[in-house]
Structures are given as structure tokens and as C-alpha cells.
């Protein structure tokens, strides 16, 4: 199976920026469907964006204009770029793949008022 690791997270105030990756230990992002999902401490999960692999995107409606997804199949790396952090975008994200089912062990994204 493929293996993922999330990175990037951290802490930052709201308005920042920050920029998670999603690593894979091979070449995959061009034929999977990868996902973000995020998920805070008694919270649901919640789907933040998805990437195709024809390349078309679909953004959660909490996030939409504010965070974009993208992969470089090259690095076999997919990236969430997050603009405009707010408090409640607070949680650990994780990223999926969806044909195959497997998550990475997640990244924690902390946004300060």
C-alpha cells in the first residue's frame, strides 16, 4: 500500500497563512482522487477539498476562495494552500486516498485569534 505523510502544520495567528503538504512514497496523485479533510477534538470530520485526477478541485463551502488545492505529481506531493486563516479552520487535517482508502496520520493546524 501506498503510505502518506502530512506536514506543514503549526500555529498561526488569524489572517496568516500556511501551506500542507501531502507526501506519497510513490508516483499515484495522477490517477487517484486525493482529499483533505479536516477534523477538530469532539468535531466531525469534514471534507476541505478534493483533487481529481484530471485536475478539477472541489472546496468545502467553509473554506471556498480561501484555500486552494494543488499537486505536483513530479514530487508525488499534493498541497493545501490555506489563505486567510480563521480560528475555525483550527483542527488536524488529514489527507486521503480515496480508490484506495488510505489517510496519512494528519498535521495539526492551529489558528489564533
Known amino acids: 500500500q501506498v503510505q502518506l505523510v502530512e506536514s506543514g502544520g503549526g500555529l498561526v495567528q488569524a489572517g496568516g497563512s500556511l501551506r500542507l503538504s501531502c507526501a506519497a512514497s510513490?508516483?499515484?496523485?495522477?490517477?487517484?482522487?486525493v482529499g483533505w479533510y479536516r477534523q477538530a477534538p469532539g468535531k466531525q470530520r469534514e471534507l476541505v477539498a478534493l483533487?481529481?485526477?484530471?485536475?478539477?478541485?472541489n472546496y468545502g463551502d467553509s473554506v471556498k476562495g480561501r484555500f486552494t488545492v494543488s499537486r505536483d505529481n513530479a514530487k508525488n506531493t499534493v498541497y493545501l494552500q490555506m489563505n486567510t486563516l480563521k480560528p475555525e479552520d483550527t483542527a488536524v487535517y488529514y489527507c486521503?486516498?480515496?480508490?484506495?482508502?488510505?489517510w496519512g496520520q494528519g498535521t495539526q493546524v492551529t489558528v489564533s485569534s
Open positions: 483533487i481529481f485526477a484530471g485536475g478539477s478541485t
Open positions: 486521503n486516498l480515496h480508490q484506495l482508502g488510505i
Open positions: 510513490r508516483s499515484i496523485f495522477s490517477i487517484y482522487t
